[in-house]
Structures are given as structure tokens and as C-alpha cells.
């Protein structure tokens, strides 16, 4: 597609459980972003991948959470034994390469844990 | 560590009135500056971005300035219409990595 996709565009798990948030950046962008907006703490970073790798995961907020990259393309973020305090949209950006700042976004996906 | 102030929280005008939304970041040693547009219950989307050699940026009825020295940002848009009503988020990109840092956005109601 044209644009960055994110799946599922809701979840809702119950407290315990394991989740896994997929991201399908922007066909030839080499750098993504993960993001978090939850009420009272707005949009905040979580990770950042350059290709495969994630150079920058100082915002990962605690070890429950990790994330990869495939084939320099989709991403997955997990997020383990999950709490109600992860609820929230987990957004996925990508931005084409070093010489491009600007970053396209996904719709999000809508974690809500009971 | 940067931090990024968009204020009031909120901002409801009449049909066609000019308006400016205001971004201060603590840290003026950014790379660039983003304004973005959310719609309730959807992602966002870019409406301009700046570079740190930039002043302004023009996009129809968007002008967002820049004044890195001071830390400011300015949202310009002329002749708001009700489809304007969204929540509008300001971004700095600092460091290599060009992670983004988010105000916590000002929603718009504009009134017909």
C-alpha cells in the first residue's frame, strides 16, 4: 500500500496476557518509530530501528516490552504479561532514509487491557 | 531533556476567523520542527515540517514559523472552516536518531 499500515487497529486483552502489534512501513523507508499516546502522557517515543537494527530503545518502558525488525521491513512490537497501564494507541512511523526528516504515520492500534 | 509546551489545551473560535497556535521547546538545538494534524480515533498526519535553517514554512492556508533561538513555533491558519477541527501536535527532532518529541497537542473546534 501507500501508506504505513498497523494491525490490528484494536486490541483488547486481559491483564497477563502476551500482545503482539504489527507495522508495515512505507515500501524502501529504512527508518521506523514506535510511539505510545496515552491519556495524560501524550505521544511519546519507544524505539527506533535503522534497518534491522534498533540503535535507540531508551523509550521502552520497562523489559516487558521489545520489538524487531524483518527484512529491513515490517516490525512487530511485543509487549509481555501485559498491565493496565499499557493501554493505550500504539502508533509505527517510517521516514524514507538519512537524507529525509519527515516521518509518515500508521492509524495506530488501540491496546485496551482489562 | 527537551521538552515541548503547546498552550491553551484547547482553542474554540467562530467560522472564519485567523488564528495561531503556539510551541515552545526547552532545547533549541533541534534539527526540525513538525506540525501535525490527529482526527479523533485516527493517526496523524504531517501538515508541515521545518528545517532548523528554515523560518517558515506555507502550505494553503497553513504558515508555520520558526524561531529556533528563542524556542518558538508558530501555527498560522488564515480563514478557519469547520473541517479544521482536529487536534494539532508540534514535534522537534533532536539527535541523529530524528526521534520525534510531541507536545501534548491543542485541540481546535471551529464553529459554523
Known amino acids: 500500500g501507500a501508506g504505513v499500515s498497523q494491525s490490528p487497529s484494536n486490541k483488547v486483552t486481559e491483564k497477563g496476557k502476551d500482545v503482539e502489534l504489527r507495522c508495515d512501513p512505507i515500501s524502501g523507508h529504512t527508518a521506523l518509530y514506535w510511539y505510545r499516546q496515552s491519556l495524560g502522557q501524550g505521544l511519546e517515543f519507544l524505539i527506533y530501528?535503522?534497518?534491522?537494527?534498533?540503535?535507540?530503545k531508551s523509550g521502552l518502558p520497562s523489559d516487558r516490552f521489545s520489538a524487531e525488525r524483518t527484512g529491513g521491513s515490517v516490525s512487530t512490537l511485543t509487549i509481555q504479561r501485559t498491565q493496565q497501564e499499557d493501554s493505550a494507541v500504539y502508533l509505527c512511523?517510517?521516514?524514507?532514509?538519512?537524507?529525509?526528516?519527515?516521518?509518515?504515520f500508521g492509524p495506530g492500534t488501540r491496546l485496551t487491557v482489562t | 531533556k527537551q521538552e515541548v509546551t503547546q498552550i491553551p489545551a484547547a482553542l474554540s473560535v467562530p467560522e472564519g476567523e485567523n488564528l495561531v497556535l503556539n510551541c515552545s521547546f526547552t532545547d533549541s538545538a533541534i534539527y526540525n520542527l513538525q506540525w501535525f494534524r490527529q482526527d479523533p480515533g485516527k493517526g496523524l498526519t504531517s501538515l508541515l515540517l521545518i528545517q532548523s535553517s528554515q523560518r517558515e514554512q506555507t502550505s494553503g492556508r497553513l504558515n508555520a514559523s520558526l524561531d529556533k533561538s528563542s524556542g518558538r513555533s508558530t501555527l498560522y491558519i488564515a480563514a478557519s472552516q469547520p473541517g479544521d477541527s482536529a487536534t494539532y501536535l508540534c514535534a522537534v527532532i533532536t539527535g541523529a536518531n530524528s526521534k520525534l518529541t510531541f507536545g501534548k497537542g491543542i485541540t481546535l473546534s471551529v464553529r459554523p
Open positions: 530501528f535503522q534497518g534491522n537494527s534498533a540503535p535507540d
Open positions: 512511523a517510517s521516514r524514507a532514509g538519512p537524507k529525509s526528516y519527515e516521518q509518515y
